[in-house]
């Protein structure tokens, strides 16, 4: 769908885009200008492999803070974002044979990187009827003895949940009995709505040796194109997880890290800004599309996105997906690409736009499904 919506608008057409997960904010100036203060002051050589100190000591502080790891700073890999960081904990950990269990609706990319280090893709749907609650009896039922880990995004992109922590230990004794590893994505960590709380599934007991916790800064702090997180392991796994990163790249790029340690240590009441700005894109797109003809939105406790039901409409998502952008210039994502599960099911982007074109989106989303 980005594909098609780029040639479309590269062809002049005025499209509003709500299909990628991109925030609309810019980085904050205090982010930008340690940056920039870093590489004035020469920090433009190489680095640790692990990362900067400084960086490491923020992220162990933040750790403790917020997600109730205690962690020292060298379990702490500092990564290229989290996709990097995902890559690396499947291409560590994952072998021949490997299973991996993604809860469906999934995130797709973690499927070719699990067939990228050799291991099998099995997807667990979750059921849209319980609002894709963690049902630990659907999980257990696809668990083999070829199977090796969990992969787990909580709060969860596409659906919006945020993971209670009972659904979180119905996983994580699933984890313990069976003898599994989690990968756990955790970048929408402090995008919560309405009082939801994210609790990191490595801070119960028994997770931490056996979970891979992930975390950056694309969503939160409008850092998308910095490319820059880290993610936090066993002592057990450190020495296999820097056999690929300081393969594959190295280390991080030196000076950015310098824009890390701000966004870690900076003024809270500027990431409180920013997520109160998504918290009132959300308010307008899913009140705006509970009114639309044929339509039903679950209000999202986190993440960027909502994942309205069209199954009313009678037409599949993806045709409903392309028919918004040729017939309306609007771009989302059809709820069947987060696989069979997400059928029935639009992934609407509200982190990407201003208030004003979202108004303009939901205005035509609207005449559209009217017009069905």
């Given at each position: 769908?980005?594909?098609?919506?780029?040639?479309l608008?590269?062809?002049g057409?005025p499209?509003?885009?709500?299909?990628?997960?991109?925030?609309?904010?810019?980085?904050?100036?205090?982010?930008?200008?340690?940056?920039?203060?870093?590489?004035?002051?020469?920090?433009?050589?190489?680095?640790?492999?692990?990362?900067?100190?400084?960086?490491?000591?923020?992220?162990?502080?933040?750790?403790?803070?917020?997600?109730?790891?205690?962690?020292?700073?060298?379990?702490?890999?500092?990564?290229?974002?989290?996709?990097?960081?995902?890559?690396?904990?499947?291409?560590?950990?994952?072998d021949?044979?490997?299973?991996?269990?993604?809860?469906?609706p999934?995130?797709?990319?973690?499927?070719?990187?699990?067939?990228?280090?050799?291991?099998?893709?099995?997807?667990?749907?979750?059921?849209?009827?319980?609002?894709?609650?963690?049902?630990?009896?659907?999980?257990?039922?696809?668990?083999?003895?070829?199977?090796?880990?969990?992969?787990?995004?909580?709060?969860?992109?596409?659906?919006?949940?945020?993971?209670?922590?009972?659904?979180?230990?119905?996983?994580?004794?699933?984890a313990?009995?069976?003898?599994?590893?989690?990968?756990?994505?955790?970048v929408?960590e402090?995008?919560?709505?309405d009082?939801?709380?994210?609790?990191?599934i490595a801070?119960?007991?028994g997770?931490?040796?056996?979970?891979?916790?992930?975390?950056?800064?694309?969503?939160?702090?409008?850092?998308?194109?910095?490319?820059?997180?880290?993610?936090?392991?066993?002592?057990?796994?450190?020495?296999?997880?820097?056999?690929?990163?300081?393969?594959?790249?190295?280390?991080?790029?030196?000076?950015?890290?310098?824009?890390?340690?701000?966004?870690?240590?900076?003024d809270?009441?500027?990431?409180?800004?920013?997520?109160?700005e998504?918290?009132?894109?959300?308010?307008?797109?899913v009140?705006r599309?509970?009114?639309?003809?044929?339509?039903?939105?679950?209000?999202?406790?986190?993440?960027?996105?909502?994942?309205p039901?069209?199954?009313?409409?009678?037409?599949s998502?993806?045709?409903?997906?392309?028919?918004?952008?040729?017939?309306?210039?609007?771009?989302?994502?059809a709820?069947?690409?987060?696989?069979?599960?997400?059928e029935?099911?639009?992934?609407?982007?509200?982190?990407?736009?201003?208030?004003?074109?979202?108004?303009?989106?939901?205005?035509?989303?609207?005449?559209?499904?009217?017009?069905?």
């Open positions: 769908m980005f594909g098609r919506a780029a040639a608008a590269a062809a057409r499209l509003l885009r709500m299909e990628v997960g991109m925030p609309h904010s810019d980085t904050p100036a205090h982010i930008k200008q340690a940056t920039i203060d870093a590489l004035l002051a020469g920090k433009v050589h190489y680095s640790n492999l692990p990362g900067e100190l400084h960086f490491r000591e923020a992220a162990r502080d933040k750790l403790k803070r917020k997600n109730a790891l205690d962690v020292p700073v060298d379990r702490i890999i500092v990564t290229n974002g989290l996709t990097h960081a995902s890559y690396a904990a499947i291409m560590a950990l994952i021949d044979g490997d299973e991996a269990i993604l809860l469906e999934y995130y797709p990319q973690h499927i070719g990187k699990i067939e990228l280090a050799g291991g099998s893709v099995v997807t667990a749907g979750l059921d849209a009827a319980n609002n894709f609650a963690i049902d630990p009896a659907r999980i257990e039922a696809k668990i083999t003895p070829r199977t090796k880990m969990i992969v787990l995004i909580n709060p969860c992109n596409p659906t919006g949940r945020v993971y209670t922590r009972a659904e979180l230990q119905g996983l994580a004794d699933l313990i009995r069976h003898d599994l590893l989690v990968v756990s994505d955790e929408y402090d995008i919560l709505f009082g939801a709380e994210h609790i990191s801070s119960l007991p997770m931490e040796a056996r979970t891979i916790s992930m975390f950056a800064f694309t969503k939160s702090y409008a850092m998308d194109g910095w490319r820059i997180g880290y993610m936090v392991a066993p002592d057990w796994a450190i020495g296999p997880l820097l056999k690929i990163t300081a393969n594959d790249v190295t280390h991080v790029n030196t000076f950015i890290q310098d824009g890390a340690t701000a966004a870690l240590t900076g809270p009441a500027v990431l409180a800004g920013l997520v109160a998504d918290k009132a894109k959300r308010d307008i797109v009140s599309l509970n009114q639309m003809a044929g339509v039903r939105c679950a209000w999202p406790e986190g993440t960027i996105y909502a994942f039901d069209i199954r009313e409409t009678g037409l998502s993806q045709e409903v997906a392309e028919r918004l952008l040729e017939d309306a210039g609007v771009a989302v994502e709820g069947s690409f987060y696989g069979p599960t997400g029935g099911h639009l992934r609407v982007c509200f982190g990407s736009l201003s208030e004003e074109d979202i108004t303009e989106a939901m205005d035509r989303m609207q005449r559209f499904f009217g017009a069905l």
